[in-house]
């Protein structure tokens, strides 16, 4: 009767059975919560490096860099070397020091020893590889200033400093900040994204080395500024510049794509969807050969029997000989910094079809290049097939075109600034090594 009563009503069921498991206890689950493949806790961009008590404890300059694989030095890391190689004065140590996994073809710097992380020889040149993969501890001592180039060497670099003012009493005045890109852009909104953002937030202590006056505007644009900020402009390398057109000699019809399938900024899923459609509606198509360039990648079908093929990253001799012999580049990037490829291609008699990114328009950089107005397949489409017309109408007519910033292709310094910035940061660097305990406290 009274459990007919309790289950003809709602209220007196829940009632029932809260006071059964009030008496009884909450039972054990049945099974243990699994977080999901596509969850993450972790932020794997992160690079950690453990400092420990240096027995060196002078002035030494450090650059720290993703990586000196072969298979991942770019043009930002390469840059990051030749700015390293003119703001380090002679006369101090200098340390690089590579904070990504140990890949399968680990170079070494030209000039450099390599040395294990916990080394503690202080030659004029040492090159130590830390696995990103592994923790390992790095000798730094009060004197040691850095050289930061992606977001995550800079928020490493911090730590470290933090490292120095506990353990050594202060920490080099400055550090300099190599800044190629904006690149909390890299990521969607995201944890990513917020850090990197967060190493431009220390204006006092970073000495800011922008490439470029258009990235410097866009991060003043951003509200982003620092108290010491300097410029240099991109420069043609100099293993291209016997590239440079001097006649009028032929080219294929071949068009050259900046190829990296793994960068967003890129936009290679935009560039085939484009050279499909041209593929598609260009009457002679079918005359020209693709290729992409850049990061390696299975060939990919056009339509109707025509591929690009896939030639991955080329060193600079075979990669200016492409150049100097393709008709058309296209080569896409979504961000502020003005991007080597369409004006590598450009000054190598190419007609390029690219993309403006705020007030950043590589056409009056040089008059080979097109920014596309329609940056739809059809519109990036329509412009690959204009850079083809014009080729076929006038073959050799962009080999003779000049460049419209001479700076580009200027012999004078890259880094004209550089023994200011070297003077800032051996100076920083010597007084926090003068007011260092001769025995610095253990960590």
Known sequence: MIRRLVRSSPR???????????????????????????????????????????????????????????????????????????????????RIVATGRVLPDPIGVEGYQRVSPDAEEVDDRTLVILDGDKPAALPVGPG??????????????????????????????????????????????SAQHLLARSTYERPSETVALFNSGLLRDYFHAEGLAFEREFVFEPRLPAALRTYLPTGSAGRERRIVVYGRPMTPRNGFPLIVEALRLWRATYARAVEWAVVSA??????????????????GKLDLDVYGQLLTTSAVGVALMVSPHPSYPPLEMAHLGMRVVTNRFGAKDLATWHPNITSAAD?????????????????????????????????????????????????????????????????????
């Open 294 to 311: 850049g990061q390696p990648h299975p060939d990919i079908d056009l339509g109707t029997g025509t591929v690009m093929r896939s030639v």
């Open 12 to 94: 007196l069921t829940a009632l029932a059975r809260g006071v059964r498991g009030a008496a009884l206890g909450v039972p054990p689950p049945t099974s243990r919560p699994t977080l999901q493949p596509h969850l993450e806790d972790r932020i794997p961009e992160l690079r950690r490096i453990t400092p420990r008590n240096a027995s060196w404890l002078e002035a030494r300059i450090n650059l720290v860099i993703p990586s000196v694989s072969i298979a991942a030095t770019f043009g930002g890391v390469r840059t990051a070397l030749e700015l390293f190689a003119a703001i380090a004065p002679e006369g101090i140590p200098r």
């Open 375 to 443: 940056l739809s397949p059809e519109g990036i489409a329509l412009a690959i097939a204009d850079a083809c017309d014009e080729y076929e109408a006038e073959p050799s007519s962009s080999s003779g075109r000049e460049t419209l910033r001479p700076d580009y292709l200027s012999d004078r310094p890259a880094f004209p600034f550089a023994a200011e910035v070297a003077a800032l940061l051996v100076a920083g660097a010597r007084r926090a090594a003068g007011g260092a305990p001769e025995r610095p406290a253990q960590s």
């Open 144 to 189: 040691d200033v850095f050289v930061a180039t992606f977001w995550n060497t800079a928020e490493a670099v911090f730590r470290v400093r933090e490292w120095q003012r506990a353990v050594y009493g202060r920490a080099p005045d400055f550090l300099a900040y190599a800044i190629q890109d904006y690149e909390p852009g890299f990521y969607p909104w």
